[in-house]
Structure formats: structure tokens, C-alpha cells
């Protein structure tokens, strides 16, 4: 994938923006503190950036409309001159909480929607079937990496020479990162998809029916992981939660490789609600955990499914979802996951605090759990639809000689299919869609 001339440079450009999701967060988090003096005040400077994330969307439908390179460039510069405003604003007014918010904000709301839009160029480069598996998947486990390398570069750097370097090192690789992938050729090459007409503030892929349980199983996902993450705090108390953590992060990778060289034959639907009932296991079994060897292994076990759920996610929204949308599909699936990272937090904090950490352990497998039988649940109802036999499920209604489906028509039937239905998923250029494959 990787020998196509074009593609390289954008993986690399991409890849260098995603670094930058990974320091910046944490190098928000001690300039702040050292700033005010209070981390109290530093999780609300951190947690005003995060929840800018639901702004991704909107990015992300902005790059459909009007192209890629005009919002990755216009975004590349806006967020780099929000962190230089927000380090300003440390030295002008020390200890000032209400500009540095404001300041985290504007810098959240400018994030580069580098991800999403790789996913789209992935989604344009390659066929479907297995060369678009391995791209998502390669993608998938790339995204693991520079999220857990961000975190321990900002450290170092910190270590080294304060949070503000930190700071301008996230601001930097946003702003090459985002540039050069703008300037390149897989970019510009997507203003052929894009939605054509004014920018539209509907429901967007949220409104396709294929599409919701897909949101299910990435919201659950995320507030698996939240609590897990706050169980596993809760349990050791110090700073060594974060290697037990960084096991998790291991599996997932290869979990993303394993899965990307796999040929698969179920339906995406069989693939997330395995995946899915594999990690609630994972979870519920690290709360019986005797000790840390124990756990960090349990914990690696259980990380091998996160990748492959993410690229099952990533793979339906690129079926499901036009083509002209299909970046801000992609960026629906994360946010979805980040609603339930979130959401789990808080819970999790909560009952650790009255319980256990046994308890929250648990409360983690069921996280994962409960999206797994409400998707077996809506697959069971579209296999018993009443008055609907399996014979007319699968096979095709007969046609006059001659007739031919109208496009409307065929896009129609494949917007009423299930998640990995072979039968009624047709990709828009009329070719077959992949193998059911995750």
C-alpha cells in the first residue's frame, strides 16, 4: 500500500499531526498547573480542550464540503497560533484561569482532523476487500502508537526543559504535519468526492439506520476503556497503572496487525459482537487478577480486540456511508468512543469510590457487554422480521426482462441493508462490496 507514490507522504504527514494529539493534552496539563499552581485548575484547562472533540464532526463535514486541503491548511495554522496564544497567556497574566480556558478552547476547536482524513484517502486508494482491511488496520494500529509515544515524549521533554517545549513541539508537528499533507496529492485528489452544494447541518450519517449500532459499539468501547483505566488507578495508586496501561495499548497493536493479514468471511455485525463479548471477558477476568504480572496479561489479552473493533467500525462506515461524507463518518466512530470515554470516567470514579476496585473491574466487562447483546438483539430482529421468510431476505426480487435498477433505486436497497449483509450492500460504483471482512 504504503509503494504507491502518493500515499506515503500523506501516512507520513498524517502520522506526524496524530503525534501531536498525543503530547499536547499532557503538555497542556503542566503548563497549566505550573501557571495556577493547582491541578485542579489544570484538569479544567485539560478537560475544556477534550470536549472540544465533539467539534470533530463538524471539521470533519466542513473537509467533505469544501475539500480537504482548504480545511487542513486553514486548521494547521489556526491551532499552532491558539497553543502560542495560550502559552501568551501564561506569561502575560500568570495564574489567570478564564484566558487560559478560552485559550484551550480555541486551540481544541482548531485541531487538524488529520485522522479522519487519512481514513478518507485510505478509503479512495484502495479497492475494497483486503488491501482496504490492512489500510484501516495499519491505520488502526499507527493511531495506537503515536498515542502512547505522546505521552512519553511530553514527559521527557517536561523532564527536560519545562511543559512550554512540550507545548511547542505538539504546535509544531500540527502545523508541518498538517501542511504537507494539505500540499500533497492524496489530499488534493479528494476534492473529486466531496459533497457537492453549501455546507449542510443535518444529521448526516447519523440519520442511516446501518449505521447506528456501529455508534453503539465504539460508545461502548470507550466507556470500557475509561474504567478500566480508573480500576486500574484505583488498584496500584501510583505511577506504575500507566505500564499495566500501556500493556493494553501493546495488544491492541497487534491485534490490528493479526487482524489486518486475516481473510475473513463473517459479517461485520458477527465480527463486533465477537469482539465485543471477547473484551467484556478480558475486562471482567482482570478483576480476578492475583497480581501485577497476572494483570498486565490479562489486560495485553484483552487490548488484542480494541484495534480490530475500531477497523470493523472504520470498514462499516466506509460501506454504509456515501462517498461524498466519508470522512465525516469515520470521525462519528471516534466520537462516538470519546462520548463513552467521557461518560465512564465519572461512573467509574464514582463507584470506585463507594465499592471496590473489583466492582468497577466488572462494571468495565459489562461496558462492553451490553453493546454486544443490544447489537445480537438488533440482528436477531432484522433475521425475524415478521412476515419476511429467509428465503425472501437473501435472494433478490425478480425483474422484468430488460428492466434495469435505477440508481436511486439501488441506493435505496443498500441503505436499508444490515451491518455486513452481502446480499444488499453494493458499493456506490456498482462493484461488489468486500468480503464481509473486518
Known amino acids: 500500500m504504503l509503494r504507491v507514490p502518493h500515499l506515503l507522504p500523506a501516512f507520513a504527514a498524517a502520522s506526524t499531526v496524530r503525534l501531536s494529539y498525543g503530547t499536547t493534552p499532557l503538555a497542556l496539563l503542566f503548563t497549566a ?45 489556526a491551532h499552532p497560533v491558539a497553543l502560542l496564544g495560550l502559552l501568551a497567556v501564561t506569561v502575560a497574566l500568570p495564574g489567570s484561569v478564564p484566558p487560559l480556558v478560552a485559550a484551550a478552547v480555541l486551540a481544541g476547536l482548531a485541531v487538524p482532523p488529520a485522522s479522519s482524513a487519512m481514513r478518507a484517502i485510505w478509503s479512495s486508494a484502495t479497492e475494497p476487500g483486503a488491501a482496504r482491511q490492512r489500510a484501516f488496520s495499519l491505520d488502526a494500529v499507527t493511531e495506537e502508537v503515536t498515542l502512547a509515544v505522546g505521552p512519553a515524549l511530553t514527559g521527557t521533554l517536561v523532564a527536560l526543559r519545562g511543559p512550554q517545549l512540550a507545548v511547542l513541539v505538539g504546535a509544531a508537528a500540527a502545523l508541518v504535519g498538517s501542511m504537507t499533507l494539505a500540499a500533497g496529492r492524496a489530499a488534493r485528489a479528494q476534492r473529486d468526492g466531496t459533497a457537492r452544494g453549501p455546507l449542510r447541518f443535518g444529521a448526516g450519517p447519523l440519520r442511516l439506520a446501518a449505521f447506528r449500532p456501529v455508534l453503539v459499539a465504539a460508545l461502548g468501547v470507550g466507556l470500557a476503556l475509561s474504567t478500566v483505566e480508573i480500576a486500574v488507578a484505583g488498584r496500584l495508586q501510583n505511577g506504575a497503572a500507566g505500564y499495566l496501561m500501556a500493556a493494553l495499548s501493546v495488544g491492541s497493536a497487534l491485534g490490528g496487525l493479526l487482524w489486518g493479514r486475516r481473510h475473513h468471511t463473517r459479517s461485520h455485525h458477527t465480527h463486533l459482537v465477537g469482539l465485543l463479548t471477547a473484551a467484556a471477558v478480558g475486562y471482567a477476568a482482570a478483576s480476578l487478577a492475583p497480581n501485577l504480572v497476572v494483570l498486565a496479561a490479562v489486560l495485553l489479552v484483552a487490548g488484542l480486540t480494541l484495534a480490530p473493533t475500531f477497523v470493523v467500525a472504520y470498514l462499516v462506515a466506509d460501506q454504509v456511508v456515501p462517498a461524498g461524507h466519508r470522512t465525516e463518518g469515520t470521525t462519528w466512530v471516534n466520537t462516538a468512543n470519546n462520548v463513552g470515554v467521557a461518560i465512564g470516567g465519572p461512573l467509574a470514579g464514582v463507584l470506585l469510590t463507594s465499592t471496590s476496585v473489583a ?22 430482529r432484522h433475521r425475524h422480521r415478521p412476515g419476511v421468510s429467509r ?25 436499508r441493508g444490515s451491518i455486513g449483509d452481502p446480499v444488499r450492500s453494493r458499493t456506490r460504483t456498482g462493484r461488489p462490496n468486500p468480503p464481509p471482512a473486518g
Open 33 to 77: 498547573q505550573r501557571s495556577t499552581g493547582s491541578f485542579a485548575t489544570a484538569g479544567l484547562v485539560t478537560g475544556a480542550y477534550a470536549l472540544t472533540t465533539f467539534a470533530l464532526p463538524l471539521k470533519s463535514r466542513l473537509a467533505d464540503t469544501y475539500g480537504l486541503p482548504r480545511v487542513l491548511l486553514a486548521l494547521g495554522l
Open 359 to 380: 466492582a468497577t473491574q466488572a462494571l468495565a466487562g459489562a461496558a462492553a457487554l451490553l453493546p454486544a447483546l443490544l447489537l445480537l438483539a438488533l440482528g436477531a
Open 391 to 415: 428465503r425472501n431476505r437473501t435472494a433478490p426480487r425478480a425483474r422484468r426482462p430488460g428492466h434495469r435498477a435505477t440508481a436511486r433505486h439501488r441506493t435505496a436497497s443498500a441503505s
